[in-house]
C-alpha cells in the first residue's frame, strides 16, 4: 500500500511538473505565451493628431510586416492633454500600450496631473521633431543668436508666438535657449495660440516679432520665402535645411528633442517587457518605419525600454529646471 501511495506521489509531481513546462499551467508558462489576446495601442487624443498617428502608423506596420500576430486596435481616449488616455491605461494590463510625450512629465511638474511616468512601464522613445525659431522676412535678424541678443537688451522687446501654451517643448525649448544666452526669462512676452497653424498666421500677419515651433509646422513657409528659419535645436543641421545653423553652431550649447514615445501599464513583468523590446526594435528597423519618417518630417530617436526609463529621468530634470526658470513653478 506504501508503495502504491509512494508511486502515485511520484505521478502526481511528474504530471505537475509536465504541465508547467509545456505552458499549460502556472505563472511562468503565462508569460511564456504572452501575448495571449488582442493588443490595444491607446491615442490619448483626438484622431487626426500626432499621437493618433503614431500609434495607427504602428499599428500598419507591426500588422503589415509581420511582426506581431496578434490584432492590434487602436482606441481614442482624448482629454486633459494626455490624462485622460493615460488614467485609462493605468489600471491595464500589458496587452495596453499608449503613446506619450514631454506632457507625461510636464503635466505632473505644472500640478495638472498627479501621473507621472513612473506610474508606468516606459518601453521606448520613437521619433523626434526637432524645433525651430522663425522671423518675418523682412526681420533684421539673421540667426537665432541675434534675437537672443535683443531680448538679453531687453527682453520685453519682442512678442514670441507659441501653441498651445506655456511649458510645452516649443516654449521650453525657446526657454532653453534664452536661459543658455542669460536672457531674464520670466519677462519673455510670449503670446499663446490655440495651434501650430494659428502660429504661422501669426507670423505671416506680422502680429508677432517671432515664433518657436516644430521644424515640420516651419518647413513649408521657410521654403517658400514667407518666413526665414534662423535656429533649429538639433545637433547637426537638418536634410533640406542645411541653411539654417543649430543653436550650437550660434554658440548657444542646447539640443532639444520634440520627442514621442511609447509606455505600458505599471508592474509589467520582465517577459512582457523583453516582448515589447524585441518588437518595437523590430519595428524602427524596417523600411516601412523609415519611409513614415521621412515623410512626417520625422527623426528617429529609438531608445529601448532601459535607455527610456533613464532618458525619461534626465528630461524630468530638464523641464523641472526649465520651468522653474520660466516662472511657471517654484
Not at 508503495?3 to 502515485?8: D, E, H, T, V
Not at 511638474?109 to 518601453?123: A, C, N, R, V
Amino acid at each position: 500500500m506504501k508503495r502504491l501511495s509512494g508511486i502515485l506521489s511520484l505521478l502526481f509531481v511528474m504530471f505537475i511538473m509536465g504541465c508547467s513546462s509545456d505552458g499549460s499551467t502556472g505563472a511562468s508558462g503565462d508569460e511564456s505565451n504572452f501575448p495571449e489576446k488582442d493588443i490595444e495601442f491607446v491615442a490619448p487624443a483626438s484622431p487626426g493628431g500626432g499621437w493618433d498617428g503614431t500609434a495607427r502608423a504602428m499599428q500598419k506596420i507591426l500588422t503589415d510586416e509581420g511582426i506581431v500576430d496578434e490584432n492590434i486596435n487602436v482606441v481614442n481616449k482624448p482629454g486633459g492633454s494626455g490624462e485622460v488616455g493615460w488614467q485609462y491605461l493605468s489600471s491595464k494590463d500589458a496587452h495596453n500600450i499608449t503613446i506619450n510625450s514631454s506632457l507625461v512629465i510636464t503635466n505632473n511638474l505644472l500640478g495638472q496631473s498627479e501621473l507621472t511616468y513612473k506610474d508606468f512601464t516606459p518601453l521606448g522613445v520613437l521619433t523626434t521633431e526637432w524645433i525651430s525659431i522663425a522671423v518675418p522676412p523682412e526681420s533684421e535678424y539673421e540667426k537665432g543668436a541675434e534675437v537672443m541678443e535683443q531680448l538679453k537688451k531687453d527682453p520685453t522687446s519682442m512678442k514670441i508666438g507659441v501653441a498651445p501654451g506655456l511649458g510645452n517643448n516649443d516654449h521650453l525649448s525657446f526657454v532653453q535657449a534664452a536661459k543658455e544666452y542669460g536672457v531674464d526669462v520670466p519677462k519673455l512676452e510670449f503670446q499663446i495660440y490655440e495651434s501650430g497653424g494659428d502660429v504661422v498666421s501669426a507670423l505671416l500677419g506680422g502680429h508677432i516679432d517671432v515664433a518657436t515651433m516644430s521644424v515640420s509646422e516651419a518647413k513649408e513657409q521657410h521654403l517658400a520665402g514667407k518666413f526665414k528659419m534662423i535656429a533649429v535645436s538639433s545637433e547637426e543641421r537638418i536634410e533640406g535645411l542645411e541653411e539654417v545653423p543649430t543653436w550650437k553652431e550660434q554658440g548657444v550649447d542646447m539640443v532639444f528633442p520634440h520627442w514621442r514615445g511609447i509606455m505600458g501599464p505599471p508592474d509589467m513583468t520582465e517577459e512582457e517587457i523583453a516582448y515589447w523590446d524585441e518588437k518595437i526594435g523590430e519595428m524602427v528597423e524596417t523600411e516601412a518605419w523609415k519611409t513614415l519618417l521621412k515623410n512626417n518630417e520625422w527623426q528617429s530617436f529609438y531608445k529601448d525600454s532601459q535607455e527610456s526609463k533613464e532618458f525619461l529621468q534626465q528630461q524630468t530634470e530638464n523641464y523641472d529646471e526649465l520651468l522653474n526658470e520660466s516662472g511657471l513653478t517654484e
